[in-house]
Nanobody
């Protein structure tokens, strides 16, 4: 059983910053990709940023230059540093890991429960 727990969401004014964290726990052997998604009210879930196990990143255009994804493999943790936040960044943010629980095992998709980010004037 693998669980992901996000933290760091909250209320912030436009131009402010937040740092989200997502910690994995349980029977984790290796983690291939760590990613952040978000879902705004009435909209589909969308990719925000992802990072591979060798550190390559992919950041969505709407947040490029403002959000930074990083990971700490030893802590099974992924971070999302969000700067210069805008009202349109308001959403529930979810982390997603591709996790293997044994050597040579297939990778499974695991999601966190989500953390709310609200950007308001």
């Amino acid at each position: 059983q693998v669980q992901l727990v996000e933290s760091g969401g909250g209320l912030v004014q436009p131009g402010g910053s937040l740092r989200l964290s997502c910690v994995g726990s349980g029977s984790i052997f290796s983690i291939k990709t760590m990613a952040w998604y978000r879902q705004a009210p009435g909209k589909q879930r969308e990719l925000v940023a992802e990072i591979s196990n060798d550190g390559n990143t992919n950041v969505a255009d709407p947040v490029k230059g403002r959000f930074t994804i990083s990971r700490d493999n030893a802590k099974a943790t992924v971070y999302l540093q969000m700067d210069n936040l805008k009202p349109e960044d308001t959403a529930v943010y979810f982390c997603r890991f591709l996790v293997s629980v044994m050597p040579g095992g297939r990778y499974l998709e695991v999601w966190g429960q989500g953390t709310h980010v609200t950007v308001f004037s």
